[in-house]
């Protein structure tokens, strides 16, 4: 069967992220600039390849100082990294419209093995 190529439209689509920071309160953000791409060679989503790739100089939390820490040595290292990625090695379907996907996630050049399902 031939294989289907999807990239993730960037200007309809967003990579977003929310952490805790100091234990009670959240922070959200995301990256502005980002590649993204769907592999499949079947009609099940969950045998599909799925990766991206963020440019961390375009983190963006609605908050200067703390997009420049984030860029900054103390976290993303944006002048030796510039990009963080993460390529799917397992998606399970959970019901109907839900996935679990695993996967390696590296930033800074350190890859996390099947990262925890998200």
Known sequence: ???????????????????????????????????????????KFESSNISFIADVTSIDTSNTDRDNHLRSADFFDVENFAKLSFVSTEIEKVDENNFKVSGDFTIKDVTKKDYPRC
């Open 1 to 43: 069967m031939a294989k289907t190529n999807w990239s993730i439209d960037p200007t309809h689509s967003e990579i977003g992220f929310k952490v805790k920071h100091m234990m009670f309160t959240n922070v959200s953000g995301k990256f502005k600039s980002f590649e993204a791409t769907v592999v499949n060679e079947d009609d």
